[in-house]
């Protein structure tokens, strides 16, 4: 089994920016596919961006060059960095593990309890 944590979300301004962190309680990110999801309420889950066993990443739509997925395999994390935050950027976000990448959320085995992220205009 694969804990995962979530940190670094808050409450920021348009045009801000925050950095998030997702904690693995063993060693993982050498072994699986690592993502971050994000769900505003009331909507359905969206992928945000994964970065593969190898560290190559992938992200959703017009967040590449705003977001950046990378990880950190010796201290077991996971960060996401969220540059030119708008509100249609609030969500919760979670951090997943899984043997595969994708953008559905449905293909990854771990989650994290998610860390709220609010953008105000």
């Known amino acids: 089994q694969v804990q995962l944590v979530e940190s670094g979300g808050g409450s920021v301004q348009a045009g801000g920016s925050l950095r998030l962190s997702c904690a693995a309680s063993r060693s993982a990110y050498n072994r699986y596919c690592m993502a971050w999801f994000r769900q505003p309420l009331g909507k359905e889950r969206e992928g945000v961006a994964y970065i593969d066993k190898s560290g190559s990443s992938t992200y959703a739509g017009s967040l590449k060059g705003r977001f950046t997925i990378s990880k950190d395999n010796a201290k077991n994390t996971l960060y996401l960095q969220m540059n030119g935050l708008k509100p249609d950027d609030t969500a919760m976000y979670y951090c997943?593990?899984?043997?595969?990448?994708?953008?559905?959320?449905?293909?990854?085995?771990?989650w994290g309890q998610g860390t709220q992220v609010t953008v105000s205009s």
């Open positions: 997943a593990a899984g043997n595969y990448c994708s953008n559905r959320w449905t293909l990854y085995n771990y």
